[in-house]
């Protein structure tokens, strides 16, 4: 399934029974229009709403199947990527950085396994965001999780990169990455998510 398909991200009937609704998405919705966001952005996860969904710019993502923000649609058939596959899975639970008390700090965090992953081409790198998927569904409240990826992709650049250097825990990466490479594909991988789990 092609990711840029336009289907993606006229919001599903799940992600907006998750999200709160004002009286601007009811009003645009009834006029079978795309609403307009806001004009003045949330300050914090918990206020996401919505219309803040449509803030994020989905068509400049990295196609699924290009060298950059691979994100594979099912589990490997590889022998040796399944079992790469499986040990990222149960290592997940046990990892510290996955376990922080703060919710937002919590999916950066996991969210970082997946960006380093990305940029240092590891052979795992386009199933490992389907195994981080998998877990953060299970980890997360659903409208939590929609929320804090929604903030996420509008502010990649928050949070601190400590656990970054914890990746290689979970996956074997050879040379540290820079923050903004980092960061950056944290973002790409956010959008992704909310596509993935909205369509």
């Known amino acids: 399934m092609p990711f840029q398909s336009k289907t993606l991200l006229l919001f599903s009937a799940f992600a907006i029974a998750l999200i709160p609704v004002n009286a601007r998405a009811s009003d645009a919705a009834e006029a079978n229009e795309v609403p307009v966001s806001p004009s003045k952005p949330p300050e914090r996860w918990q206020d996401v709403v919505e219309l803040d969904f449509y803030r994020i710019d989905y068509w400049s ?27 990222i899975l149960a290592a997940l639970p046990d990892w510290a950085p996955g376990k922080v008390e703060d919710p937002e700090q919590r999916l950066r ?4 396994i997946i960006a380093v992953a990305d940029v240092a081409r ?23 999780l929609l929320k804090l990826l929604c903030w996420i992709a509008l502010h990649p650049e928050g949070g601190t990169l400590d656990a970054s250097d914890r990746v290689g825990d979970i996956i074997y990466i050879g040379a540290p990455q820079t923050p903004e490479e980092i960061r950056l594909r944290t973002g790409w991988y956010a959008a992704k998510f909310i596509v993935r789990l909205t369509n």
């Open 61 to 87: 993502l990295p196609p699924d199947d290009g060298n950059e923000g691979p994100f594979a649609w099912e589990v490997p058939t590889d022998a040796y990527l399944k079992r790469e596959y499986d040990q």
């Open 109 to 112: 965090n996991l969210l970082y």
């Open 122 to 144: 590891v052979p795992i790198e386009a199933h490992a965001p389907l195994a981080l998927l998998d877990y953060c569904r299970k980890a997360f409240p659903a409208d939590q």
